[in-house]
Each structure stands twice: as structure tokens, then as C-alpha cells.
């Protein structure tokens, strides 16, 4: 079994930042990539940023300059640093990893219970 225990969510005035943690325990093998997520209520879970085990990062047009994720794969964690927060920012954010717990088995696709960010105008 796989666990993510995330935090760093809060309340921050626009313009302030807020870094997201997210620590990936249990059984693994490997991780391959691992993400950011938010969703707003009534809306669709949207793709924040990720990062792959060989270093590519990607970002949702919407934080590219502003959010930076970072992983340290001696911990298995994975953090999202989140500068210039906008209110159209706010949302509960969900981690996300993806791997493997052993070297013949299929991947795995775990998410974490979610962070609240508030963001005031």
C-alpha cells in the first residue's frame, strides 16, 4: 500500500506564496512521475504541474512563472511552490504519484486526501 501525506495548504492575501509538500510512503519500488492537482468545486480536477523521474516538468499554462515543482527523491516527496497567488488559485489541491511497488508488477495511480488553498483578493 502506498500513502501521500500532504500539507502546506492555507489562507494568503493575493500576491503572497504558499509551498505545498507531499510525502510518498509505504510499498515502492519506484516512482515514475509525480503531480499537482486542483479542483475547484462543481468543476473538473485540473493538472497543476508534474514532474517525472527523469526531470521534466510540466505546467498548466495558467502558473507557468509563478508555481515551481521540485521533487527529492531521497524522501519521496514531491513540493509545489506557489508564488504570486492569484483568487483564481484557490482550490483544493490533490497530489499525485504514479509507480511501481515491485519491478513485475503493473503501476500504480495513488492520490492524496487533498489541501485547501485560499487565496484573498
Known amino acids: 500500500q502506498v500513502r501521500l501525506v500532504e500539507s502546506g495548504g492555507g489562507l494568503v492575501q493575493a500576491g503572497g506564496s504558499l509551498r505545498l509538500s507531499c510525502a510518498a510512503s509505504?510499498?515502492?519500488?519506484?516512482?515514475?512521475?509525480m503531480g499537482w492537482y486542483r479542483q475547484d468545486p462543481g468543476k473538473q480536477r485540473e493538472l497543476v504541474a508534474t514532474a517525472t523521474s527523469g526531470g521534466y516538468t510540466n505546467y498548466a499554462d495558467s502558473v507557468k512563472g509563478r508555481f515551481t515543482i521540485s521533487r527529492d527523491n531521497a524522501k519521496n516527496t514531491v513540493y509545489l511552490q506557489m508564488n504570486s497567488l492569484k483568487p483564481e488559485d484557490m482550490a483544493v489541491y490533490y497530489c499525485?504519484?504514479?509507480?511501481?511497488?515491485?519491478?513485475?508488477?503493473?503501476?500504480?495511480?495513488?492520490w492524496g486526501q487533498g489541501t485547501q488553498v485560499t487565496v484573498s483578493s
Open positions: 499525485n504519484v504514479r509507480g511501481k511497488r515491485g519491478p513485475w508488477t503493473g503501476e500504480f495511480n495513488v
Open positions: 509505504g510499498s515502492i519500488y519506484i516512482i515514475n512521475a
